[in-house]
Nanobody
Framework: QVQLVESGGGLVQAGGSLRLSCAASTRTFSNFAMGWFRQAPGKEREFAAAISWNGGITLYADSVKGRFTISRDNAKNTVYLRMNSLKPEDTAVYYC???????????????WGQGTQVTVSS
């Protein structure tokens, strides 16, 4: 069983930045690909970014490409999502997820965190 705990969310003005963290409670963190997803009120969950087990492969949704950066520190069992140039439409609950492959589909991930709220004011 893998437990994932997100942190770093909050309220930020448009154009600002935040860095989300997701800490994993497993000794086999480096075995997992990691993903970040988000869900805005009244909308379905959507893919934001993913990273392979060693960081060699990263994927981004078109809506965040060039503004968000996913990274990981396997020594700290942590994955990060750096979010720059935030827009009001980035407002959502952000979830991290762990799975065998870095994919855009949420169904490919086995473990999920509880989420952290990101609110971007205009």
């Amino acid at each position: 069983q893998v437990q994932l705990v997100e942190s770093g969310g909050g309220l930020v003005q448009a154009g600002g930045s935040l860095r989300l963290s997701c800490a994993a409670s497993t000794r086999t963190f480096s075995n997992f690909a990691m993903g970040w997803f988000r869900q805005a009120p009244g909308k379905e969950r959507e893919f934001a970014a993913a990273i392979s087990w060693n960081g060699g492969i990263t994927l981004y949704a078109d809506s965040v490409k060039g503004r968000f950066t996913i990274s990981r520190d396997n020594a700290k069992n942590t994955v990060y999502l750096r979010m720059n140039s935030l827009k009001p439409e980035d407002t959502a609950v952000y979830y991290c997820a762990a799975g065998p492959f870095s994919r855009r589909e949420g169904s490919e991930y086995d473990y999920w965190g509880q989420g952290t709220q990101v609110t971007v004011s205009s």
